[in-house]
């Protein structure tokens, strides 16, 4: 005799790179397993492994988690866990006077999804060369080694990759049709002020955050402490 089908309660939210409208269930303790042996192994490319597959598999629409942005990844699994394990999480934080560890409880629904303006995709080089970027997705950031992530071959990889097209008073040329030789050439024959430019798209690029505050219990110093990206509101 088979064994009764339980249901789940179905909610919706955007995606914010795309404005696209998903619906999503809370994931199961076969999802929650998954994550929790990810997070025990210590390895940021394993936890985020799992958050893709988690989201794969409890968004209903068909979707593409390795070309969504990272930040579309941290909104998405944000979501999934506040329907999932309640409203509030609850954080240690530091004081900043004292060093005394403070207990601190967040509700997910302050935290602010971000804001995503098309316009800081086109970077004006000259008065008539500019350049389309997109933002770095999943994909892009799990195919860098987690030992050369700061180095700066992995970050002209990181740019060559989110070029999407570069564009003139003559016509505009696709990062697809042109291929990462000729997109790798480009970037190289910038001037440091031109590649300024371009790598201050990626430290002004939308991300999961929140000031958190709280003052001390032990010494009563007034703390603000920002949380940036998944790892800080997943821990």
Known sequence: MALPQLNHARYETTIPSTGQEVSYRPYLVKEEKILMLALESNDDKQVMRAVKDVI????????????????????????????????TIDLKAKCSECEEMNETTIAFEEIQMPIVNKDDCVIM???????????PSYKMISSVDTKDVDSVAAAFKLIIS?????????GVYTAKDEGPAAMNSFVEQLNNDQFKLISEFFEQMPSLSYDMIFDCTKCGHSNTTVLKGLQSFFM
């Open 125 to 135: 080089l000259t008065d008539t060369v500019g350049v389309t970027l997109k933002y």
């Open 56 to 87: 794969s598999s409890c968004v209903f629409e068909k979707l593409d988690v390795e070309e969504l942005a990272m930040f579309d990844i941290e909104s998405l699994f944000l979501r999934l866990r506040s329907k999932s394990v309640g409203e």
């Open 162 to 170: 989110s070029i999407d097209s570069i564009f003139d008073d003559n």
